[in-house]
């Protein structure tokens, strides 16, 4: 009677536990959703969510608000003042000697005004003008550098993406290889039963199959960490597994134009224009330190409600109202000789401006003859590395039977084996290099949006 209640109650807790553990797991697997993406998504995603780009998208915001803060500077400047206060009746002093004479006058002690007051400027050396154009060119460095910032982040998710693709494709390779190395293993353990071979040759066998497993899950590893980056890169929640669409297509490529076609679009890219309009700026700014020379004219104008009036002596205890309109106008005569720094100042800035759209100008040309001298070579190994793995797999074919006819020793099998497995991730990756170098080549010259 004992043992069954004792069973019972341990069928009891066996079943709870297994129940929760099946809800744990499902749990688990709800909670890590596996999002496979292909490049072209990953891209659009990018776009859409990165904080560097949504943070590019609130520099427009902000430089859309100057400008309309800028545009205020013409409206007339308004102003409401009230004032209560009291005060002491008049003494004055009409003796010969100090504090002599005394004769105080009444006063009437309280005060009351409220006024308002109102300037408008008419001209002040087309500064306000200025002032708005310099920050409609800031407005559109703000929309330029906000491309920049979108095609910047594309490439870093194509880089990327591209990277993962060729480890993976590593990754079959290795598995592939692990097969035929423990394949290998069972053929020179056999062999060594029957003394045809050295425990030596074992003993490399067994350590050719350790190097791969090591290599294999080193790059596990690192895809795991490229793939945590890309998710990064493209705004996925934490809980949310990622995974590149390697059944997709990824050939991009268009072929390669002529380089002076590049050339042509990359004289416009985002750097130039941001470049010119930097100096475009430099210019603005030097017409709105010129303007210090110039006079400044107002327009203003006041009305009042004042008690009492003091504007007789003695003040009447009358509430009255006071008003003017007019123009009034200012010139700072200091700025005949404080300004002249200044515009030398704004000057040598058009020049520095000046250089530096022309070291940009050169840093673009250098780069884009590098991805299109590269690209060309690239697609130039694609021949090479084809005849380069039909080789290798005679050349392998060639060695392993030779291997198993015990004419060769493990060593040179080895070789083979290493010979072929980098002839094979030589292609892979001569092809994946290709559509990245592709892509470089269209985000230096400003063509990555139109792709």
């Known amino acids: 009677m004992f043992l069954k209640t004792t069973n019972s109650k341990e069928d009891c807790f066996l079943k709870s536990l297994l129940m929760f553990l099946i809800a744990f797991a499902f749990n688990s697997l709800q909670a890590q959703e596996v999002h496979s993406v292909s490049l072209q998504e990953a891209m659009k995603l990018a776009k859409e969510n990165n904080k560097k780009v949504l943070r590019s998208q609130l520099d427009i915001t902000l430089s859309e608000q100057n400008i309309k803060e800028r545009k205020e500077l013409r409206l007339p400047d308004v102003e409401l003042n009230g004032m209560y206060s009291r005060i002491t009746n008049i003494t004055e002093f009409k003796g010969n000697g100090f504090l002599n004479g005394k004769e ?8 009351y005004e409220v006024n308002s007051t109102f300037k408008m400027p008419i001209y002040v050396g087309n500064k306000i003008n200025n002032a708005i154009k310099i920050a409609n060119d800031e407005s559109e460095i703000a929309k330029i550098k906000s491309e920049k910032t979108e095609n910047d982040i594309e490439l870093q998710v194509v880089a990327n993406y591209l990277s993962i693709y060729k480890m993976m ?11 035929e190395e423990k394949s290998r293993l069972k053929e020179v353990q056999s062999m060594q039963k029957h003394g045809t071979v050295t425990k030596n040759e074992v003993i490399r066998a067994e350590l050719q199959l350790s190097d791969r497993e090591l290599n294999a899950l080193t790059n596990s590893k690192n895809i795991k960490i490229a793939l945590h980056d890309l998710k990064t890169l493209i705004q996925l929640p934490e809980n949310e597994e990622i995974a590149i669409d390697t059944t997709s297509s990824l050939d991009e490529m268009n072929g390669l ?67 003017q309109v007019g123009i009034e106008a200012r010139f700072d005569l200091s700025a005949l000789y404080k300004n002249k720094t200044k515009v030398a100042q704004a000057n040598t800035k058009i020049e520095w401006q000046k250089m530096q759209t022309e070291i940009v100008k050169d840093e673009i040309q250098d780069k884009l003859f590098k991805d299109h001298t590269q690209y060309q070579e690239i697609l130039e190994k694609f021949v090479v590395v084809d005849k380069a793995l039909d080789l290798a797999e005679e050349n392998y074919r060639i060695v392993k039977l030779k291997y198993l006819n015990q004419l060769v020793l493990l060593t040179e099998m080895v070789d083979a084996d290493n010979a072929l497995l980098q002839a094979k991730y030589n292609k892979i990756s001569t092809r994946l290099d290709a559509i990245l170098k592709h892509y470089e080549l269209l985000h230096t010259a400003g063509m990555l949006s139109q792709s």
């Open 104 to 111: 105080v006058t009444k006063a009437i002690p309280e005060i």
């Open 169 to 179: 494709e590593l990754q079959k390779i290795f598995e592939e290889n692990i097969k």
């Open 257 to 323: 134009d002529p380089y002076d076609f590049y050339l042509n679009k990359a004289m416009q890219n985002e750097e130039m224009r941001i470049a010119s309009q930097e100096l475009k700026i430099s210019k603005t700014e030097l017409q709105l330190v010129k303007g210090n020379y110039l006079p400044s004219v107002n327009f203003f104008g006041n009305y009042g409600f004042y008690y009492p009036n003091y504007k007789f002596f003695p003040p009447n205890p009358y509430l009255y109202t006071l008003g």
